[in-house]
């Protein structure tokens, strides 16, 4: 196939974009570059891969970018409730606004395939975290980034019947790992490098719950989606992760210990938390046969591994972070 990759130099898109080229399809990546183009070098040189630089909110450069393909993951957004709410205006027009009009240019040129990179925050504060949420549980949205992944996930899923455009939404978990565009301001991925550099790590609310997923999981499941029969995915809503994969804060600590047993924590202990929710993901697994195939502890092991490598050299810098 031929497929277009909104935000394919961000976290998840740098590793995307060679599984895909790895299964034989054409990429083009559509990416203004806001965290820079280097996680794009691995794949520069592969005749199956276009780069072209733009903003998913310049009609322009969308609808050029549609042109002639098969299928669009759409993953450009501005990525976690801090950075939305920083610049709310801009977070509504990118994450909202955008990839409504990504969807109307996918209709106007043909494409068939479309894969929407939604978040499992989208369940929110669940009235029983003790309960697993899955596809069909209320939706609660506490945060302006959730909020927007909830709109596009209800226009796409309300359009007439007779669509063209063959709509399926991913809800991922908090994603960890290792990509070519690195991020530290994740969880599991914060968590171990304050733990091994700083020897400190201050936790809020070590009791509530959250759903985490690998990196390249999640690109798996994307390329799983867009390569399975149309009516097995078509107007869907897949939750990305695996069930055994819902780990509580303090859960988190205790895995990352053995790697930084000298790391003092301190716990301060919240009754509340705007996100609070575990997530099952046996719909995916049933119907598409997904299987993660990385831990959370396979996670923390390759974080640890590359701080101790000296790899990077400042982990602070704000091309690491949202």
């Avoid at 991020?183 to 304050?194: A, H």
């Avoid at 809020?204 to 799983?224: I, K, L, N, S, T």
């Avoid at 047993?261 to 049933?286: L, T």
């Amino acid at each position: 196939m031929k497929i277009l990759v909104t935000g394919g130099a961000g976290y998840i898109g740098s590793v995307l974009s060679p599984l895909l080229l790895d299964a034989g399809h054409r990429v083009r990546v559509l990416d203004v570059l806001l965290h820079g183009g280097l996680p794009l070098l691995g794949v520069w040189a592969n005749p199956d891969f276009e780069f072209r630089r733009g903003d998913v909110r310049d009609h322009d450069s969308v609808h050029e970018a549609v042109r002639g393909m098969d299928a669009v993951v759409h993953l450009a957004a501005i990525v976690g409730d801090p950075a939305c709410a920083r610049t709310p205006d801009v977070a509504r027009a990118v994450n909202r606004d955008a990839s409504l009009a990504v969807m109307d240019a996918c209709r106007k040129a043909g494409v068939k395939r479309f894969v929407f990179a939604s978040t499992c925050s989208n369940y929110g504060k669940m009235a029983d975290p003790s309960q697993l949420a899955d596809e069909c549980s209320e939706l609660r949205p506490v945060s302006l980034y959730a909020e927007t992944k909830v709109a596009v996930e209800q226009a796409a899923l309300g359009a007439p019947a007779d669509d063209p455009l063959s709509a399926t939404m991913l809800r991922f978990a908090t994603v960890f790992g290792v990509s070519p565009r690195m991020r530290f301001d994740l969880t599991v991925n914060e968590f171990t490098v304050d733990m091994l550099r700083k020897e400190k790590l201050v936790v809020f609310g070590e009791q509530f719950w959250r759903p985490y997923v690998h990196v390249y999981d999640a690109a798996r499941a994307v390329r799983m989606v867009l390569e399975a029969p149309e009516a097995q995915v078509r107007r869907q809503v897949f939750n990305v992760g695996s069930t055994s994969q819902n780990y509580q804060k303090q859960q988190l600590v205790d895995l990352i210990r053995p790697f930084a047993p000298n790391a003092v924590v301190e716990y301060v202990h919240k009754q509340e938390d705007p996100r609070d929710y575990r997530v099952s993901f046996a719909k995916i697994h049933d119907t598409l046969h997904y299987d993660t195939t990385h831990s959370v502890s396979d996670g923390i092991r390759e974080v640890a591994e590359l701080v101790g490598a000296g790899v990077v050299e400042d982990f602070d810098a704000p091309r690491y972070r949202n």
